[in-house]
């Protein structure tokens, strides 16, 4: 199915979030999700379901001073 991926579009198999990580290299990343603007916490990627043209935004911690 097509979602927008941090702005860009791009095709995912996987029904679930945690399934579309995993696809797109961040399975074991430690990273923030957001679901069509909506905080996606860690322990529920598994139970979220994704729709074709859902917006899915993946954020990288930032370390620096």
């Known amino acids: 199915m097509k979602i927008e991926v941090?702005?860009?579009p791009r095709e995912v198999a996987g029904p679930?979030?945690?399934?579309a990580l995993a696809e797109l290299g961040w399975a074991d990343a430690?990273?923030?999700?957001?679901?069509?603007?909506?905080?996606?916490?860690?322990?529920a990627r598994g139970d979220t379901a994704l729709?074709?043209?859902?917006?899915?935004?993946?954020?990288?911690?930032?370390?620096g001073g």
């Open 30 to 43: 430690r990273v923030a999700t957001a679901l069509n603007g909506t905080f996606v916490p860690k322990g």
């Open 51 to 63: 729709n074709a043209g859902d917006r899915l935004e993946v954020l990288a911690p930032m370390q």
């Open 6 to 8: 941090n702005g860009e």
């Open 16 to 19: 679930m979030l945690a399934d």
